[in-house]
Protein backbone atom coordinates (compact mmCIF):
# COMPACT_ATOMS: atom_id res chain seq x y z
CA UNK A 1 0.00 0.00 0.00
CA UNK A 2 1.12 3.48 -1.03
CA UNK A 3 2.70 5.70 2.02
CA UNK A 4 0.55 9.18 1.92
CA UNK A 5 4.06 10.79 1.52
CA UNK A 6 4.59 9.14 -2.18
CA UNK A 7 0.70 9.83 -2.75
CA UNK A 8 1.96 13.63 -2.16
CA UNK A 9 4.78 13.55 -4.37
CA UNK A 10 3.22 11.76 -7.35
CA UNK A 11 0.78 14.62 -7.31
CA UNK A 12 3.26 17.03 -7.08
CA UNK A 13 5.20 15.46 -9.99
CA UNK A 14 1.88 15.46 -12.00
CA UNK A 15 0.80 18.62 -11.11
CA UNK A 16 4.23 20.00 -12.78
CA UNK A 17 4.14 18.00 -15.68
CA UNK A 18 0.45 19.34 -15.99
CA UNK A 19 1.67 23.35 -15.44
CA UNK A 20 4.52 22.56 -18.16
CA UNK A 21 2.18 21.38 -20.89
CA UNK A 22 -0.66 24.12 -20.06
CA UNK A 23 1.67 26.64 -22.21
CA UNK A 24 3.42 23.88 -24.51
CA UNK A 25 2.08 23.76 -28.15
CA UNK A 26 3.04 20.48 -30.18
CA UNK A 27 1.63 19.40 -33.48
CA UNK A 28 -1.73 17.38 -34.00
CA UNK A 29 -2.87 17.92 -30.41
CA UNK A 30 -0.77 16.40 -28.84
CA UNK A 31 0.32 18.54 -25.50
CA UNK A 32 -3.92 18.73 -25.45
CA UNK A 33 -4.38 15.39 -25.20
CA UNK A 34 -1.72 15.13 -22.54
CA UNK A 35 -2.45 18.08 -20.42
CA UNK A 36 -6.43 16.40 -19.74
CA UNK A 37 -4.74 13.05 -19.08
CA UNK A 38 -2.87 14.73 -16.36
CA UNK A 39 -6.27 16.48 -15.75
CA UNK A 40 -7.37 13.11 -14.95
CA UNK A 41 -4.61 11.75 -13.28
CA UNK A 42 -4.74 15.24 -10.53
CA UNK A 43 -8.15 14.86 -9.79
CA UNK A 44 -7.21 10.51 -9.00
CA UNK A 45 -4.53 11.80 -6.53
CA UNK A 46 -6.45 14.21 -5.07
CA UNK A 47 -9.02 11.64 -4.11
CA UNK A 48 -6.61 9.33 -3.83
CA UNK A 49 -4.90 11.36 -0.76
CA UNK A 50 -8.45 12.61 0.70
CA UNK A 51 -9.95 8.91 1.12
CA UNK A 52 -7.91 5.88 2.48
CA UNK A 53 -8.68 2.89 0.22
CA UNK A 54 -8.38 0.59 3.25
CA UNK A 55 -11.08 1.94 4.94
CA UNK A 56 -13.39 1.93 2.09
CA UNK A 57 -12.33 -2.47 1.49
CA UNK A 58 -12.84 -2.42 5.06
CA UNK A 59 -16.73 -1.55 4.97
CA UNK A 60 -17.00 -4.01 2.21
CA UNK A 61 -16.12 -6.90 4.60
CA UNK A 62 -18.09 -9.84 5.87
CA UNK A 63 -20.63 -9.62 2.53
CA UNK A 64 -19.42 -13.03 1.01
CA UNK A 65 -19.34 -14.74 4.46
CA UNK A 66 -22.85 -14.01 5.07
CA UNK A 67 -24.16 -14.74 1.46
CA UNK A 68 -22.78 -18.02 2.01
CA UNK A 69 -24.52 -18.73 5.44
CA UNK A 70 -24.28 -21.17 8.16
CA UNK A 71 -25.28 -24.26 6.28
CA UNK A 72 -21.63 -23.71 4.72
CA UNK A 73 -20.28 -23.40 7.46
CA UNK A 74 -21.46 -26.63 9.31
CA UNK A 75 -20.14 -28.42 6.36
CA UNK A 76 -16.66 -27.08 6.43
CA UNK A 77 -16.50 -28.21 10.36
CA UNK A 78 -18.01 -31.42 9.18
CA UNK A 79 -14.82 -31.92 6.95
CA UNK A 80 -12.63 -30.57 9.12
CA UNK A 81 -13.86 -33.73 11.95
CA UNK A 82 -14.07 -35.97 9.00
CA UNK A 83 -10.50 -35.73 7.79
CA UNK A 84 -8.79 -34.14 10.66
CA UNK A 85 -7.00 -31.62 8.76
CA UNK A 86 -5.41 -33.53 5.88
CA UNK A 87 -5.84 -36.12 3.60
CA UNK A 88 -7.26 -39.80 4.52
CA UNK A 89 -4.52 -42.04 4.95
CA UNK A 90 -3.99 -44.75 1.70
CA UNK A 91 -4.98 -48.23 2.40
CA UNK A 92 -2.09 -50.40 2.29
CA UNK A 93 -2.49 -54.33 1.43
CA UNK A 94 -1.25 -56.96 3.51
CA UNK A 95 0.82 -59.14 2.40
Known amino acids: MARKNDLK????????AHDLLRTTTLPEQRAERAYELLT?????????????????LGAKGGKATAKRGP?????????????????????????
Not at 9 to 16: T, V
Not at 40 to 56: M, Q
Not at 76 to 86: D, E, S, V
Request: overall charge positive.
Open 9 to 16: ALRNILGE
Open 40 to 56: AALHLADNLLEVSPAAT
Open 71 to 95: DYFRQLAAKRKTFKGGRPSKKTPLN
